[in-house]
């Protein structure tokens, strides 16, 4: 190789270790937009390598968050996982509130510590999955469905106590009766009321807002829960649902078609909320309930039903 081609060849890493870093300052300047920040933590400066609790490696790239007791409330931003060079993670005992969002970006991530946050949701596979994590520590969150199983079995993984766990055996899948309702807690953004009281492996023992005729889930009622987000179509898999109330929330978008399906269901009670779009066709036999919402029966943004549910209910 000639001295000249060097020359190009270290520039050009030059010119991507600096498009690098400057992805990892833009991803860090939008944490900081969704964090209620202490008087004693400065993120001022424009490079956010001189911000308190974050050490930076060659070429400024972002290599540890360290914010331990902190007194931080927000959440975890969703392009985290784009910081690829971190490796460590320590946000334990603050205020964020998840779900962990996809993290399978980080390759050398080796310690994920956020014990004794309201962090909530499933434990995503694309943390469990990285091979490089040696400690991960989740205890005292509300995090829900399966205790998680980390695929890199020298990994310390502190008990993951204290959480919403379905089971309490990592790997063990949840009983089928809740996976609906985790998939309807996802469409309303896993709200921290549904992942205190959405805890264990039956929907029919105690859930607040579920009633049920046997082991068939024949109400839910969640009227006032102060719930956000949207309305999941996974409701079509409560097959016995006889009343749906999400009455006098905060939903937005609009009625899933594939609640029609329901052929038990009398009552759809979404009142009070700002659900958009046409109402789908239901039965004669079902009151459906909508006022309250100024936008009913105008167009809104389309949602699709997961693929997962479509290839479910194709079968049945």
């Known amino acids: 190789m000639t ?25 860090m300047q939008s944490f900081k937009s969704y964090l209620n ?3 004693d933590v400065h993120w001022s400066d424009p490079d956010p390598c001189k911000w308190d609790g974050i050490i930076c490696g060659e070429s400024n790239r972002i290599k540890r968050i360290l914010l331990r007791e902190k007194d931080i ?4 931003p969703q392009d985290l996982g784009k910081l690829s060079e971190l490796v460590e993670v320590d946000l334990q005992v603050n205020g964020f509130f998840g779900p962990i969002p996809d993290l399978s970006g980080l390759q050398y991530l080796r310690l994920f510590n956020v014990q004794y946050n309201q962090l909530t949701g499933v434990v995503p596979r694309s943390l469990t999955g990285l091979k490089t994590l040696i400690v991960a520590n989740l205890n005292n969150n509300f995090f829900q469905g399966p205790t998680p199983l980390f695929e890199n079995s020298d990994a310390f993984v502190p008990i993951v106590g204290a959480n919403s766990f379905c089971l309490d055996t990592p790997g063990t899948p949840c009983d ?3 996976e609906p309702f985790l998939s309807i807690a996802e469409s309303f953004g ?3 009321k549904l992942a205190t009281a959405w ?15 046997g082991s068939d889930v024949t109400v839910v009622n969640l009227e006032g829960f102060e719930l956000t987000g949207t309305i999941s179509p996974s409701f079509a898999l409560l097959t016995c649902l006889e009343t749906i109330d999400l009455s006098n929330n905060n939903l937005t978008g609009s009625i899933p078609r594939e609640l029609a399906t329901l052929r038990m269901l009398r009552t759809l009670n979404v009142s009070i909320n700002n659900i958009n779009g046409a109402v789908p066709t239901f039965s004669e036999s079902v009151n459906v309930v909508t006022s309250g919402n100024a936008n009913i029966g105008k167009d809104g943004p389309v949602s699709h039903p997961p693929v ?4 479910k209910m194709n079968k049945d």
């Open 3 to 27: 001295s000249s081609h060097l020359f190009l060849l270290c520039l050009l890493l030059s010119l991507l270790n600096f498009a690098a870093s400057q992805d990892d300052a833009t991803i």
């Open 37 to 39: 920040l202490t008087s």
């Open 308 to 311: 997962e549910l479509l290839q």
């Open 73 to 76: 409330a927000g959440t975890l």
């Open 176 to 178: 089928p009766s809740v």
């Open 190 to 192: 896993y709200p921290l």
């Open 199 to 213: 805890s264990g492996n039956d929907p029919c023992d105690r859930w607040p807002g579920i009633t049920c005729s």
